[in-house]
C-alpha cells in the first residue's frame, strides 16, 4: 500500500511539474483568469444595477444578490471550464504515446491504476490553482454584504466546481489514452462533455424513466444543485461515478493498447 | 538469468517472431543480431512485460514475464527503441522519478542518481533540461534510466543508433562495464558491436533464431575457419580443371573456388578453405599452385568475418546444418518491426 501511495505520489509531481513548466498550461490559466475576471465584473455590476433599478422603481421584493451573483458566476465559470478541461486533459496519455515513455512507465513495477489516479490528481491540482484567485476576490466582494453571506456557500459551490472539473478531466484522460494526438483528444473529450452537459435536454424530449434516467446523468443539472449549496448526495455520487468511471476506463484502455498495437 | 522458450508474437496474421528460443547466464552480455524487421524490438518488448507474447514462455530471474510482470518489472530495465524521456524535466529530476517509480528507497535514491549519471557521463549536464540535450546525451539518459535502480537484468534496444563513432565507443565500454554485476541483453543490426561488446550472439531472421554461439564459434562453425586467398595468372580452364582440382586433394581443404572478380586478364583470385578444425599448411597450398604451372602474384591467409557468418545465415535460404535443424529456417510469410 505504502508503495502505491509513493508511485501514485511520484506520477502527480511530475505530472504537475510538467504543467507549471509547459507554457500551455500558463496561456490556459491566463485566458481562464481573463475570462473569469470580465465575468465577474459583468455579473456583478449587472446584479446591482438590477437591484438598484428595483429600489428606484420601488418594488418591495428584496433580491439575495450575493447568492444570485454565486450562482450566475459559477454557471458562467462551469461553461468556460467546459472550454478549458478538455485542453488541460488532452496530453494527459497523448503525449506519453507520442513520446513513448508510456512504455517506460508501462514497463515499471506502477499498476496502471496508480499512473491515472496520479495523473488526474496532478491536473485536477493545477486547475484547483487556476480556480484559487477567484477565490480572493469573491471574498472581498462578499464581506461587504451585510448580513454576512455564509463561506460555507461558497467553498460548497467551488467544490462543485472541482468536481466538475474531476469528472471531465476523469473522462478527458480516458479519451487521451486512446490516441497519440492531442488535438483528437481535445476535440473528443469536448464533443464528449458536451453531450453529458446538455443529456438531460434530451432525457426531457424522450420522457419516460430511460429519460429521467438519461437526465441523471447530465453534468450541468447536478452542477447547478451544488453551485446553489444544495448538498445533494446523488450528485456526489453522479461525479464520483464519472471520476471512477474515467479512471477504469484509461486503465483498460492502456491495458488493451499494448494487448492489440501492432 | 532471461531464458527465452519457444516464444511467438502474431499480429493479426502477420509473425513477427516464431519460436524464438535462447538463454543468457548471469552475468552474460548477449547480442540479439538481425536485420531490419527481423523481430529484434518485438522479442525485446515481449522480454520487458510490454507486449505479451502470442505463444511461449519467457523468465527473467525465474519469473514469467507476463504472469508476473509486476515481479519482473522490478528486475529489469529497459531502454527502448527511441529513449523515454520527459523532455520537461533535468537529467536529474528526470532520473529521481525513474528510480522512485522502479521501486528504490528514498534513502538509496540519491546515491543510485549520482551513480547512474556517473557511469553514463551526465553529472555535468544534471540540471540540464532533458528538452536541451543532443541526441547522444539523450540516448545516455535512456541508458542511465535503465540501470538506476540496479537491475539484475538489463534490456537494450539499439543502445548506440544514432551516435557519432566517439559516443559509439562510449556507450560500448559502458555496456561492457555493466556485465558481470548485471545480465544484459541488447538488440543490433550492427555487426562490429556484438563482436567487441557482446559475450555471445543470438542472429535473428525474419523472426527466427537461426543461430545462438560466441562471435568466435559463430565464425569458425559456419566457415570452418582459416584458409587463404590467392591472386594466380593462368587460363581459367586450365585453372578449373587442373589448379582446382589439385588443391581440392589437398588434405585438410574444405572448398576451393575461383572468386569472380575483376582483375585484369588472366588473373584470377581464388578461395580456399580449411576443414573445421584443421589448419592448412601455406607450404603446401604455394608448391601446388607452383606445382601446377600457375603464375603466383599473391597469397594471403583469411580469417572470416562475422560479416560474412551474418550474410550468410540471412541471405541463405537454407543455413548450414551445423546450427540448426534445415525445418526450422524455412523463410517465413511476413516480417514486422
Not at chain 2, 45 to 50: D, E, K, N, Q, T
Request: proline share 5%; net charge negative; hydrophobic share 45%.
Amino acid at each position: 500500500m505504502r508503495v502505491i501511495m509513493s508511485n501514485i505520489l511520484a506520477i502527480y509531481r511530475r505530472e504537475l511539474q510538467s504543467y507549471f513548466a509547459s507554457p500551455l498550461a500558463y496561456a490556459i490559466a491566463g485566458v481562464f483568469w481573463l475570462l473569469s475576471g470580465f465575468f465577474f465584473i459583468t455579473i456583478l455590476s449587472g446584479i446591482t444595477q438590477q437591484v438598484a433599478y428595483a429600489d428606484s422603481a420601488g418594488y418591495s421584493s428584496p433580491i439575495d444578490v450575493p447568492y444570485q451573483f454565486l450562482q450566475f458566476f459559477l454557471g458562467t465559470l462551469g461553461s468556460v471550464a467546459l472550454f478549458v478541461l478538455p485542453i488541460l486533459s488532452m496530453g494527459l496519455y497523448a503525449e506519453e504515446r507520442k513520446r513513448g515513455t508510456l512504455e517506460l512507465l508501462a514497463t515499471s513495477p506502477v499498476t496502471n491504476w496508480a499512473v491515472a489516479l496520479g495523473k488526474l490528481l496532478g491536473v485536477l491540482t493545477f486547475f484547483t490553482t487556476m480556480v484559487l484567485p477567484l477565490l480572493i476576490y469573491e471574498a472581498i466582494v462578499f464581506s461587504t454584504t451585510t448580513p454576512p453571506f455564509s463561506f460555507t456557500v461558497v467553498l460548497l459551490a467551488h467544490l462543485g466546481l472541482i468536481l466538475l472539473a474531476a469528472a471531465i478531466l476523469s473522462l478527458g484522460m480516458f479519451i487521451s489514452s486512446l490516441t497519440d494526438s492531442t488535438i483528437l483528444a481535445a476535440i473528443g473529450t469536448f464533443g464528449l462533455v458536451l453531450f453529458l452537459w446538455v443529456i438531460d435536454v434530451l432525457g426531457q424530449k424522450l420522457g419516460g424513466p430511460f429519460g429521467a434516467a438519461l437526465g441523471h446523468l447530465s453534468l450541468l443539472k447536478h452542477y447547478n444543485n451544488l453551485t446553489q449549496g444544495i448538498l445533494d448526495s446523488s450528485s456526489l455520487v453522479l461525479f464520483a461515478s464519472y471520476i471512477v468511471l474515467g479512471l477504469f476506463l484509461t486503465a483498460q484502455s492502456i491495458n488493451a493498447f499494448r494487448f492489440q498495437r501492432s | 538469468m532471461i531464458e527465452v522458450e519457444h516464444l511467438s508474437k502474431v499480429y493479426g496474421s502477420t509473425p513477427a517472431i516464431e519460436d524464438v528460443t535462447f538463454a543468457v547466464e548471469p552475468g552474460e552480455i548477449l547480442g540479439l543480431l538481425g536485420p531490419n524487421g527481423a523481430g529484434k524490438t518485438t522479442t525485446m518488448r515481449i522480454l520487458s512485460g510490454y507486449l505479451p507474447a502470442s505463444a511461449g514462455t519467457a523468465k527473467i530471474a525465474g519469473f514469467e514475464v507476463h504472469e508476473q510482470s509486476m515481479a519482473v518489472r522490478k528486475h529489469i530495465g529497459y531502454l527502448p527503441e527511441t529513449p523515454p524521456l520527459y523532455t520537461d524535466m533535468t537529467v536529474e529530476g528526470f532520473l529521481h522519478f525513474v528510480a522512485r517509480i522502479k521501486g528504490v528507497s528514498a534513502g538509496d535514491r540519491p546515491r543510485q542518481v549520482q551513480m547512474a549519471m556517473q557511469r553514463c557521463n551526465l553529472t555535468e549536464k544534471s540540471h540540464t533540461l532533458i528538452r536541451k540535450l543532443s541526441k547522444g546525451y539523450r540516448q545516455r539518459v535512456g541508458i542511465a534510466q535503465a540501470i538506476v535502480h540496479d537491475p539484475p537484468a538489463i534490456i537494450l534496444d539499439e543502445p548506440t543508433v544514432g551516435l557519432d563513432p566517439r559516443q559509439i565507443a562510449e556507450v560500448r565500454s559502458l555496456i561492457k562495464s555493466l556485465a558481470g554485476d548485471h545480465t544484459v541483453i541488447l538488440s543490433t543490426h550492427i555487426l562490429p558491436e556484438v563482436s567487441m561488446t557482446c559475450d555471445r550472439i543470438a542472429i535473428i531472421n525474419k523472426g527466427r533464431v537461426v543461430a545462438t554461439n560466441t562471435p568466435d564459434n559463430l565464425m569458425a562453425q559456419l566457415t570452418g575457419g582459416s584458409g587463404y586467398e590467392l591472386e594466380v595468372e593462368g587460363d581459367v580452364a586450365d585453372i578449373q580443371s587442373r589448379l582446382i582440382v589439385f588443391l581440392q586433394g589437398l588434405p585438410g581443404v574444405k572448398l576451393a573456388e575461383i572468386v569472380p572478380t575483376d582483375l585484369p586478364n588472366h588473373h584470377h583470385r581464388l578461395r580456399v578453405i580449411a576443414e573445421q578444425g584443421t589448419d592448412l599448411v601455406g607450404r603446401d597450398i604455394a608448391a601446388t599452385v607452383v606445382g601446377a604451372g600457375v603464375g603466383l602474384y599473391e597469397m594471403r591467409r583469411s580469417q572470416a568475418t562475422l560479416e560474412d557468418v551474418f550474410l550468410q545465415l540471412t541471405t541463405e535460404e537454407k543455413p548450414l546444418d551445423t546450427l540448426t535443424d534445415p525445418d526450422d529456417v524455412e523463410p517465413s510469410a511476413g516480417e514486422a518491426a
